[in-house]
């Protein structure tokens, strides 16, 4: 079952911090598409099935910023 979500991600600035979060959340399991909105924050994520809130924060982490709420 296709999902999608969108987190608010603190902390990214230019196109370098878009990539790096890209990169980090599509190697997470099941991930298809990820669309970063910069001016917003919000970073949309499909995936083939629910995303633990867990796997997530820690790929924005891993990328160096930080999931709000
Ligand atoms: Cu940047």
Do not use: F, N, W
């Amino acid at each position: 079952m296709t999902t999608t979500v969108i987190y608010d991600v603190k902390g990214m600035t230019c196109g370098h911090c878009v990539r790096a979060v890209t990169g980090e959340l599509e190697r997470l399991d099941g991930v298809t598409t990820v669309d970063v909105d910069l001016q917003t924050g919000r970073v949309t994520v499909t995936s083939d099935a629910p995303l633990p809130d867990e796997a997530v924060r820690d790929a924005v982490d891993e990328a160096g910023y930080e999931l709000a709420s």
